[in-house]
């Protein structure tokens, strides 16, 4: 089993950052991709940004150059460095992770991938 635990959420002003955090834990065996997500209220949720386990990024055009995805491998924590925050950057944000996963039968370890592990969201505001 794995976990996805997000944190670092808050109320913010305009202009302001915030840098939010996603611990995974469990059998981890690698964790391939990570992704941030948000969702508002009345709206679809979005991709905000990505980075493979090579270190690839990748941002949605509304926050690029604003944005930052980065990860510590020896912690499996994913971060999102938000600068220059907009009102219109409020939402719950949600991390994404591709894991493959070590399961055990009678004594037989399995590696299971999956890319829908989810955290369960740190709400971000920001307004004056």
């Known amino acids: 089993q794995v976990q996805l635990v997000e944190s670092g959420g808050g109320l913010v002003q305009p202009g302001g950052s915030l840098r939010l955090s996603c611990a995974a834990s469990?059998?981890?065996?690698?964790?391939?991709?990570t992704a941030w997500y948000r969702q508002a209220p009345g709206k679809e949720r979005e991709l905000v940004a990505t980075i493979t386990s090579g270190g690839s990024t990748d941002y949605a055009d509304s926050v690029k150059g604003r944005f930052s995805i980065s990860r510590d491998n020896a912690q499996n924590t994913v971060y999102l460095q938000m600068n220059s925050l907009k009102p219109e950057d409020t939402a719950v944000y949600y991390c994404?992770?591709?894991?493959?996963?070590?399961?055990?039968?009678?004594?037989?370890?399995?590696?299971?991938?999956?890319?829908?592990?989810w955290g369960q969201g740190t709400q971000v505001t920001v307004s004056s």
């Open positions: 469990g059998s981890i065996f690698s964790i391939n991709a």
């Open positions: 994404n992770a591709d894991i493959t996963r070590t399961v055990s039968y009678s004594g037989t370890t399995y590696y299971a991938r999956r890319d829908d592990h």
